[in-house]
């Protein structure tokens, strides 16, 4: 979804927990459901932690019937042994059934459900147990489950009132008016505390869940300025490599393009009809580099400065970069209309070695250098408007698949004599 997690959505919505019926949740439904996902993995996670907690104290419990009862009874074994076993039963359904981490709420209501019943209800029946001893088991075994196994405000709410009607049903919590006033205060009073505590967990993981998210909304946004500024995969390395990023590559195609006689309509119109103007060109032409697999290097005035094979090695880069400058030029033909005046743009396409690296420690930018870098802006610059003047480089990668005008000699400033050719277009 990139941006548009629940990071971004509280950056746009202003999410924010609120209250209602002492239910917390999310503004945003679809945010709601993000978080409960969230939760209920988690949750899964940490439940079978609790499951083997709660085999590890129905055991001990055990040990401290005998101490209670000064005896073993088998009816009281049979109950601690049948928690053990659908405790294990849970161990065992919740790393094979998926319905399970679907549904966990439910399915942790009815499992504590069940368990309570057993440690309250049925020991109660099963041996004369002091009421207080069978209400401090069923505390225990809410308390855990509410921190343990994450339970949202919906589930903490009815295990609360069966944790109520359990212990107020064992034998002799409600026997006299001496056994109301033990036990009917201390188990609401319990319960309500468990309320307390559940929403407290539950407040807390939401707001952690929604911390964590703005700071990967963060990060996003950063990453994507980044991306923005250099080639994803130079910009994983400066995250993770010190030093310079520096790089040589034997094969690859450098294009420029310069429109012809800028500077009198840049004269003519306001600046925010040229920058418009520019912006709307620029951005088809990172269009249809980012389509090509092609890198843009920068833009410096109306001049545009791309290269195929690089960062990611391309085999057919010359090709690339032809189809590219086409495209170019049709675009410039649609888009020439919204000028005051008719416009041209000269390109030139050189290929061959070039060093890549990133320069700079603020506004830091990804360049290239070398003798095809010159030769590429050369070819720009000697080049015809309307006209795509390609290296000779470039015209023996490329001759079989596109149709060139006839060779022509150039004196290249700064290199001499060379030998150019105008690509014309595919023969495909």
Request: aromatic share 6%.
């Amino acid at each position: 979804m990139g941006l548009r997690t629940i990071g971004g959505w509280l950056q746009e919505q202003h999410v924010q927990l609120h209250m209602g019926r002492w239910l917390l949740e999310l503004d945003d439904a679809r945010a709601e459901r993000e978080f409960t996902s969230y939760d209920d993995v988690r949750g899964l996670a940490e439940g079978r932690f609790a499951l083997y907690i709660g085999i590890a104290l129905t055991l001990a419990y055990g040990v401290v019937d005998v101490l209670v009862l000064d005896e073993l009874q088998l009816d009281v074994s049979l109950v601690r042994l049948a928690v053990v076993l659908l405790f294990a039963c849970a161990v065992v359904v919740t790393g094979r059934a998926i319905w399970v981490g679907r549904h966990l709420q439910v399915s942790s209501v009815v499992l504590l459900t069940v368990v309570l019943l057993m440690l309250g209800t049925t020991l109660g029946r099963a041996a004369d147990f002091p009421t207080e001893y069978l209400t401090t088991s069923c505390t225990v075994t809410l308390f855990g489950a509410i921190g343990l196994l994450r339970l949202r405000m919906h589930a903490v709410l009815v295990m609360a009132g069966v944790y109520s009607a359990v212990c107020l049903s064992l034998p002799g919590a409600l026997q006299g008016v001496d056994a109301l006033a033990r036990n009917v205060a201390p188990t609401l009073g319990l319960a309500a505390i468990a309320v307390v505590i559940g929403f407290s967990l539950e407040k807390l993981r939401r707001t952690d869940y929604l911390r964590q998210r703005e700071v990967e909304a963060e990060q996003a946004r950063s990453d994507e300025l980044l991306h923005n500024v250099l080639p994803a995969p130079i910009a994983r390395r400066l995250r993770t490599e010190p030093g310079a990023i520096a790089d040589s590559a034997p094969e690859v195609s450098v294009l420029f393009s310069d429109i012809v006689g800028f500077t009198p309509v840049s004269e003519a119109l306001a600046p925010e009809e040229l920058v418009q103007l520019l912006d709307t060109m620029f951005r088809e032409f990172d269009e249809l580099c980012e389509a090509r697999g092609i890198e843009k290097i920068k833009t410096v005035g109306d001049a545009y400065m791309a290269v195929a094979g690089l960062p990611e090695p391309d085999p057919d880069h010359a090709a690339s970069l032809a189809e590219l400058a086409l495209d170019m030029q049709r675009t410039l033909a649609r888009l020439s209309p919204a000028w005051p005046s008719p416009i041209a743009m000269r390109i030139g396409i050189a290929s061959g070695p070039v060093v890549a690296g990133v320069i700079g420690r603020r506004r830091f930018t990804y360049d290239l250098w070398g003798d095809t870098v010159n030769t590429a802006s050369r070819m720009e610059s000697h080049g015809r408007p309307h006209r795509i003047q390609v290296s000779a480089a470039t015209h023996a990668l490329l001759e079989s698949r596109y149709t060139f005008s006839d060779p022509q000699v150039v004196d290249v400033k700064g290199k001499g004599p060379m030998t150019t050719y105008f690509l014309l277009g595919s023969n495909l």
